[in-house]
């Protein structure tokens, strides 16, 4: 029996060692590129309010129906930009082009732009020509960034990093199951055994 104490404990060890070898931190590229997105979800999602507002002092005011109208296109495609920073699979399934940063950096410049677009410089929308000008270059800036990553494939550097923390961590879960199910059949012969 001793000796099935001494086989128990020094096996125990490497069992302990390998599955923290295999659990490590998160990695730093993936946080950044998730912090990264995260702040780009949220400046679309300012560009949806900028122009949410823009439409209804356009359609209260019955003064300029076209610029309205234009708002309403724009946050619908800023609502695009916001769902494809996601990166939820149906969007990516039928919209490949964003799957690629370049192609997502385009759609977010182009969001500027209709955000910025047609501004009215009357004296009494200057809090809003603000918040217009803010979110506009904001977006304007995290496009440039997905399009210069893009053209230096930092997006399919991303994407393979992300398929190997999947890996790894399947690969973690199968370990813990094949360890707990070691455990179960060592309980089992110990019990046969007495």
Same mark, same amino acid.
């Given at each position: %029996?001793?000796?099935?104490?001494?086989?128990?404990?020094?096996?125990?060890?490497?069992?302990?060692?390998?599955?923290?070898?295999?659990?490590?931190?998160?990695?730093?590229?993936?946080?950044?590129?998730?912090?990264?997105?995260?702040?780009?979800?949220?400046?679309?999602?300012?560009?949806?309010?900028?122009?949410?507002?823009?439409?209804?002092?356009?359609?209260?005011?019955?003064?300029?129906?076209?610029?309205?109208?234009?708002?309403?296109?724009?946050?619908?495609?800023?609502?695009?930009?916001?769902?494809?920073?996601?990166?939820?699979?149906?969007i990516t399934k039928f919209w490949?082009?964003?799957?690629?940063?370049?192609?997502?950096?385009?759609?977010?410049?182009?969001?500027?732009? %209709?955000?910025?677009?047609?501004?009215?410089?009357?004296?009494?929308?200057?809090?809003?020509?603000?918040?217009?000008?803010?979110?506009?270059? %904001?977006?304007?800036?995290?496009?440039?960034?997905?399009?210069?990553?893009?053209?230096?494939?930092?997006?399919?550097?991303?994407?393979?990093?992300?398929?190997?923390?999947?890996?790894?961590?399947?690969?973690?879960?199968?370990?813990?199951?094949?360890?707990?199910?070691?455990?179960?059949?060592?309980?089992?012969?110990?019990?046969?055994?007495?």
């Amino acid at each position: %029996m001793a000796r099935n104490e001494g086989g128990g404990s020094g096996e125990s060890a490497p069992r302990l060692s390998s599955s923290s070898r295999l659990r490590t931190g998160p990695d730093p590229f993936l946080v950044a590129c998730r912090c990264f997105s995260f702040v780009t979800a949220l400046t679309a999602i300012l560009c949806i309010a900028v122009n949410v507002l823009s439409a209804v002092r356009s359609f209260r005011d019955g003064s300029d129906v076209f610029d309205g109208i234009f708002r309403c296109y724009a946050v619908v495609i800023a609502f695009i930009v916001v769902v494809a920073e996601t990166e939820w699979g149906f969007i990516t399934k039928f919209w490949k082009v964003l799957e690629y940063w370049a192609g997502r950096g385009m759609l977010q410049i182009f969001v500027a732009v %209709m955000t910025r677009a047609f501004p009215d410089y009357s004296a009494s929308q200057k809090d809003l020509i603000l918040l217009q000008n803010i979110a506009s270059y %904001m977006l304007l800036a995290c496009g440039v960034v997905y399009v210069v990553s893009g053209i230096l494939c930092i997006g399919f550097l991303k994407r393979a990093r992300q398929q190997k923390e999947i890996t790894r961590e399947q690969a973690v879960k199968d370990l813990e199951e094949l360890e707990r199910r070691r455990e179960e059949l060592e309980q089992l012969l110990v019990a046969e055994r007495v």
